[in-house]
């Protein structure tokens, strides 16, 4: 058989659930096998089928967590809205966003191994709707929910830096104090450069199922993108101290072309955005604008992008007294995202987020990135377009008020 018909007879096994009850017999009789070697202590045995049967289990819940991924994907629309203009694109847009909010008051996107996000996307959410005081009151549940989790990605994660991120801005713009004991548990992913990392320790590893020895330092080594997060927020709730060791640390990364490296995300341009949020203008400000493509997008991975176009307008819109060239640019990137908007709302997810392998410093020396929710040096999608959505919301409220 042609290796495409052996791929879609695959597919149709999976969607027939025919492997799903193949493995959970599997499962069950490697996990019976493992307790009986136990129990007459062969020890080789033992550990070989309780290996396997882990192993079984893992693919299990891939096949749980993609299943979930599959059917918020049906429920998402692809028809461009004809005719669109920034009025109506902003009401569809905080129409679904408020429709894809769970029955707890959470939000979902991404998904890896770890299962979907929910608490930083919650964060995230309530950081970009709640800069708009007509939104508090619809937020307060939400950011209610949140304040009894923690800095996470979800429940099943250890707390980490970038949720820790927006949790703190999403209590600042909604009003709410943020205590000392927040700002505390935020400066233990600070490092003496004034840098960021995602995680400061190797509980980290209990969530990969390895050893705790492994070698995870590009998970704990500071990076510009988590930095670039943290000093805007810093700035946002003048938090001195973190901002200008933040700022400092972001101004040494700056290439010669004006841009800062990213870690996690798939375009440099999420970082230098960022950064210019804090207020590192001048070269970082270059490559943005140079960045843009004459029809007004900018992109990832040479593909236009709603998301990083999204992002660079934010920065852009917040430069004081903007010259004309740069209102030109935050123009025509408004014009082409507000023709690109899905009838139902939303925009199209796009694979942005990356995960190197907890090894890897640096990403550019991972030379094949897998599209996939599942493993490491994969990049990965915004599946429930909730991430996106929530952004584009933001700048283009902004821009109206920018504009008016």
């Known amino acids: 058989l042609e290796s495409e018909t052996i791929s879609n007879n695959i597919k149709v096994l999976y969607v027939d659930g025919v492997i799903e009850r193949g493995l959970n017999c599997a499962f069950l009789f490697s996990k019976e096998s493992a ?143 943020v205590h000392k004991a927040d700002i505390e548990k935020w400066e233990q992913f600070v490092h003496p450069s004034g840098g960021f990392s995602t995680y400061r320790d190797n509980s980290i590893t209990r969530v990969l199922h390895i050893s705790p020895d492994s070698n995870i330092i590009g998970w704990t080594a500071e990076h510009y993108c988590v930095t670039a997060v943290a000093c805007w927020i810093a700035k946002s709730i003048k938090c001195g101290s973190i901002y200008e060791k933040a700022l400092s640390y972001l101004r040494d990364g700056i290439r010669s072309d004006g841009s800062i490296p990213s870690y996690w995300w798939t375009e440099d341009l999420y970082t230098t955005a960022f950064a210019v949020m804090c207020g590192l203008y001048g070269k970082p ?56 908007q899905n009838d139902d709302g939303s925009w199209d997810s796009e694979e942005i987020l990356r995960i190197p392998a907890p090894d890897i410093l640096d990403p550019q020396s991972v030379n094949n990135w897998k599209r996939s929710s599942f493993g490491v040096n994969i990049i990965t999608d915004d599946y429930g377009r909730v991430f996106t959505t929530a952004l584009t919301y933001n700048i283009l409220l902004s821009y109206n008020r920018y504009v008016a």
């Not at 140079?290 to 593909?303: E, H, L």
Request: charged share 25%; net charge neutral; glycine share 4%.
């Open 35 to 177: 307790e009986d070697f136990s129990r007459l202590n062969m020890r080789y045995s033992h550990a070989f089928s309780k290996e396997l049967y882990q192993q079984i289990g893992r693919i299990l819940v891939e096949i749980r967590f993609l299943k979930q991924k599959a059917i918020v994907k049906s429920e998402l629309s692809n028809r461009k809205i004809t005719n669109n203009t920034i009025s109506l694109s902003i009401s569809k847009s905080l129409a679904f966003i408020k429709n894809r909010r769970n029955d707890n008051n959470s939000w979902t996107d991404f998904m890896t191994l770890a299962g979907p996000g929910t608490n930083w996307i919650t964060a995230f959410v309530i950081s970009m709707l709640g800069e708009f005081p007509e939104n508090r009151e619809y937020l307060k549940e939400s950011l209610d929910w949140l304040e009894k989790q923690e800095g996470n990605y979800n429940d099943g994660v250890v707390v980490d830096a970038d949720s820790t991120n927006f949790l703190i801005k999403a209590k600042s713009v909604m009003e709410n104090e």
């Open 285 to 340: 400000v270059e490559y943005i604008l140079k960045r843009q493509v004459s029809k007004g997008y900018w992109t990832n991975m040479d593909k236009p992008s709603v998301f990083y176009t999204s992002l660079c307008i934010k920065a852009l819109e917040l430069i004081p007294n903007a010259d004309s060239n740069i209102r030109s640019c935050i123009e025509r990137g408004v014009d082409w995202i507000v023709s690109q």
